[in-house]
């Protein structure tokens, strides 16, 4: 597999990039309901997929609930320790899974603001749709527009630079679904790259030109040609501009290849600090579907509640962070960055016979960056006989909308009840 | 029995294949509508000795344990094999249908038991939906990927019993009605009729990849289970993990919901209107009066009206293994795999490729598949797909014999035509045909006839310009939005 893709590379690496005329953007009926643009106040989204067992994120040390619920899962009070040995106790209830070090550490310093118990009315157990209401912020999901997708419609178009873009994914997230605008999805910076025939590089101006003319005609709105079409277009413009600037990148951080989150933001951090108005940026963790081997190392033993598939996510979530955070004080950026952690539901509190546990509803969320007031928000929910559901999963407490709403309106500039289409209370981890 | 044109021939053999070759495209004009979907679906009749002695010369997969011959990136160089090489397309695209359907990953299940599992949806791929469907559930591969094997009495697991019903046969509501189609409590107790569903190997069966479901009696619960509770499908009483497969089966929401994808991951995407709902409903009737048989129904919506019709052409956007092969079938490239035997000998360009075009075989991104059409789509795989243009045409090897992808010079020849308009026409004929209109016609045209300054310097029929210039064509081509079309 390496070899073709060091050869997919390679082809790149040979290649004479000559300047393309931009031809003129397709750009000017959407400018009515515009929202200024901030590009000192940036966003970097992280999904964790498969939805992350909170209560294992975020533990309620002093619930008996909790210990009964999850009899082999459960982890003691005594077990919130780092490998150091320092505490990840937060509060008088609750303590962070110990594989997250260096959140604590940025909890400390008040840089992260954990909201407890976030979901939604309705809950639906399925990845997918319950995915897609987070994505579009749609009781039903419904729609192909996310809510990201929906600001930088209003914020984004016009902007002559690269502005916002999906990280390190073969897929662009939903979130981030537009309706004009197209959010560049980029995998990885070598790749990012419009290529043709290394023996005849005086032809590439000949190429570049007719695939430009191409990607420039006016296709039928709304159809899956008009959408492949701006797209090619935006592809190819945007990867000119990734190749003039991300070399510029130079950090003393340096983060671990085997932590594919901590790759995905450094790339982040290598646009930021290259292209000064990228400023909506979103990443991807999986492996969150915990049905099995949630704890117990590869030989099977269950008896150290702190190892495990879980464990190891946790700690790649919690190592890239800090890594990011760091790269982003040696920028000078860390000021202007907000980011935010999502999951699609959390998972039952009640364990099953795999060592995991089955798919749930309420689950917290962390905001994390020197903008956020950092502290505990929101309010757990009741682990009580009488207050789980007939799947004997929780109540929500606070509408993931509500932190959306937060971050439009007290962050972004954008009003939210435009974005959201209703207006919901803001939390309080911002300002 | 009338015979159908050219275009949908071509049409035809994208669809039910990966796209053909201008001769293989005649032939099928030829037999007609129901004499060309037959001879596609009856492809166990069609001779594949040729293929069959190529995957014998170009792998080793006698022994599973041996990773260096038995290993992901080997059984996917075998897949893209098959499909480059196969007469037999259909067999391999329905295949590829199943593994969407029921995606499965190698990263949880290992590659041995999803090599079982493709062998498995290759050769019941038309089968009775339900006896498809009772394979999956039995299968090692699914067993493993959906936790069946620690889905016991007493402490089910719910992951195989929601997907069953979500993704497999009916989703959550009715495509039709809109109705829900079962309730978490159903869920639990499909769980409970799926306790103690196992696999072995068998003692002393020498043959390594032979694996056998078991149902583990001390791990199945034997208690009452009530499924559907309410509706018509209702049933009550010891439910096995069979007994809830029939029932799932025969359902009407079953039937719906099958139609729908394969609509959509053949035909054309379907909206909510009337004309798409009584659609819908004519082919839900074959599933249920052709006794859930999927090559009737499959027959069915491949002789259709609705398949020939306009709405269906270049109405669904090209799966990366669409753009890979398809290219490669329609130009007449070569890809030689090359082989196992020995170190550096073999050449997985196209799975490699299409793990960054977003479809990375025998790893599903999950258990809901690929998202297909604009799913496909972001500014990173297309520029991707523009790559793997550029690999395809580039490729100058030396000894035409050696593992590799590439575009002899002669095959480049038959396309170059004694102008530019012909040699444009031609080539975007072999490539679909596709229809991009007189002023895109006339931008390849110039880009035909321009030197390296961007002056009109004519088209002169020598090797210079087909070896620069019918391979920067036929790059500019597939870098065209129509061609992510199909």
Request: hydrophobic letters at 40%; charged letters at 20%.
């Amino acid at each position: 597999m390496r070899v073709t893709r060091r050869q997919f590379i390679k082809r790149g690496a040979g290649m004479v990039t000559v300047g393309m005329v931009i031809p003129k953007l397709l750009l000017s009926d959407a400018r009515a309901e515009q929202i200024e643009f901030t590009p000192h106040r940036k966003l970097v989204v992280i999904q964790l997929a498969g939805g992350n067992d909170g209560f294992n994120t975020v533990v309620s040390y002093t619930d008996s609930r909790y210990y009964s619920l999850r009899p082999t899962l459960a982890l003691r009070e005594t077990e919130l320790r780092t490998a150091d040995g320092a505490s990840t106790i937060i509060s008088n209830q609750f303590g962070l899974h110990p594989a997250m070090a260096e959140i604590k550490h940025l909890y400390d310093a008040g840089r992260v603001a954990v909201v407890l118990g976030v979901g939604y009315p309705n809950p639906n157990l399925s990845h997918f749709l319950s995915m897609d209401i987070w994505h579009t912020a749609d009781a039903n999901g419904a729609g192909s527009r996310g809510w990201l997708g929906k600001y930088a419609d209003l914020a984004l178009i016009g902007q002559p630079n690269l502005t916002a873009a999906s990280i390190g994914s073969l897929d662009l997230p939903k979130s981030l679904g537009a309706d004009r605008f197209v959010v560049p999805n980029i995998i990885n910076f070598s790749l990012y790259n419009f290529l043709a025939d290394p023996n005849y590089p005086g032809d590439y101006n000949n190429q570049l030109n007719t695939f430009n003319f191409a990607a420039s005609r006016t296709m039928s709105a709304g159809s899956f040609i008009g959408a492949v079409n701006s797209t090619a277009f935006e592809s190819v413009r945007g990867a000119q501009q990734v190749q003039r600037s991300v070399s510029a990148y130079k950090s003393s951080v340096s983060y671990p290849a085997n932590n594919p989150l901590a790759t995905g933001l450094q790339m982040v951090a290598q646009l930021m600090a290259t292209v000064p108005e990228a400023s909506l940026l979103y990443v991807q963790l999986g492996g969150f579907d915990n049905h099995s081997n949630q704890i117990g190392d590869k030989q099977g033993d269950r008896s150290n509640t702190r190892v495990g598939d879980h464990a190891t996510l946790l700690k790649w979530f919690s190592e890239a962070i800090k890594l990011f955070h760091d790269d982003l004080t040696e920028h000078g950026l860390a000021d202007e960055v907000l980011m935010l952690q999502w999951s699609e539901f959390g998972r039952r509190p009640g364990e099953n016979a795999s060592f995991g546990t089955d798919h749930g509803t309420a689950a917290p969320i962390f905001l994390i960056g020197n903008p956020v007031r950092g502290g505990l928000y929101g309010e757990q929910p009741s682990l009580a006989p009488t207050e789980l559901d007939p799947a004997g999963n929780v109540k929500f407490r606070v509408d993931f909308r509500e932190a959306y709403a937060t971050i439009l309106d007290q962050w972004l500039g954008a009003d939210s009840k435009a974005v959201l289409g209703a207006q919901y209370s803001n939390v309080g981890f911002l300002g | 029995m009338a015979s159908i044109t050219y275009d949908e021939g071509a049409h035809l053999l994208r669809r039910m294949g990966f796209g053909g070759s201008p001769v293989e495209i005649d032939e099928v004009t030829l037999l007609g509508r129901e004499g060309a979907v037959d001879q596609l679906i009856n492809y166990e009749q069609i001779d594949n000795r040729a293929m069959d002695d190529l995957l014998r010369n170009s792998f080793d997969f006698s022994d599973p344990v041996d990773s260096p011959r038995f290993n992901r990136g080997e059984l996917q160089r075998w897949w893209f094999t098959r499909m480059t090489y196969t007469r037999r397309p259909f067999e391999e695209k329905m295949t590829l249908f199943w593994h969407n359907h029921f995606a499965t990953s190698a990263s949880k299940t290992g590659d041995l038991f999803i090599y079982n599992q493709n062998l498995m949806l290759r050769s019941h791929a038309l089968d009775q939906f339900d006896n498809l469907l009772l394979r999956v559930a039995q299968d090692p591969a699914m067993l493993l990927w959906l936790d069946g094997v620690t889905n016991v009495r007493g402490k089910p697991n719910e992951n195989f019993a929601r997907e069953l019903q979500e993704l497999f046969t009916m989703g959550i509501t009715d495509v039709i009605t809109g109705e829900q189609n079962y309730t978490e409590e159903d869920v639990k107790e499909i769980a409970r009729a799926f306790t103690g569903w196992k696999f072995f190997h068998p003692r002393f069966d020498p043959n390594p990849y032979s694996y056998q479901f078991i149902m583990v009696e001390p791990e199945h619960d034997n208690t009452i289970k009530t499924i559907y509770d309410g509706t018509p499908w209702a049933r009550t009483g010891n439910l096995s993990g069979e007994d809830v497969i029939v029932t799932v089966s025969a359902r009407r929401a079953t039937a719906r919901y099958l139609v729908k994808k394969l609509f959509e991951f053949f035909v054309y995407p379907l909206d909510g209107s009337a004309a798409d709902k009584a659609t819908i409903e004519k082919f839900a009737d074959v599933y249920m009066n052709r006794n859930h048989s999927i090559k009737e129904l499959i027959r069915a919506i491949f002789t259709s009206d609705e398949f020939f019709s306009d709405r269906a052409r270049f109405a669904l956007v090209k799966s990366p293994v669409e753009i890979i092969v398809g290219a490669i079938r329609m130009l007449g490239a070569r890809y030689n795999p090359g082989t196992s035997a020995r170190e550096g000998a073999s050449n997985n360009t196209l799975a490699a490729i299409s793990i960054f075009l977003g479809q990375e075989l025998f790893n599903p991104p999950d258990v809901s598949g690929w998202k297909l059409n604009l799913g496909w789509i972001n500014t990173s795989t297309l520029l991707n797909r523009f790559t793997y243009a550029d690999l395809l045409v580039v490729d100058r090897p030396r000894d035409l014999n050696a593992p590799g992808l590439w575009l002899s010079h002669e095959q480049l020849r038959s396309f170059a035509k004694k102008n530019s308009k012909k040699t444009v026409k031609r080539l975007l004929s072999t490539l679909g045909p596709l229809d991009v209109g007189g002023e895109m016609i006339g931008a390849l045209r110039a880009y035909l006839e321009r030197d390296d300054q961007g002056n009109a310097a004519g088209f002169a029929l020598d090797d210079l310009t087909v070896d620069k210039k019918v391979r920067g064509l036929i790059h500019l081509i597939m870098c065209l939005s129509e061609f992510q079309l199909n």
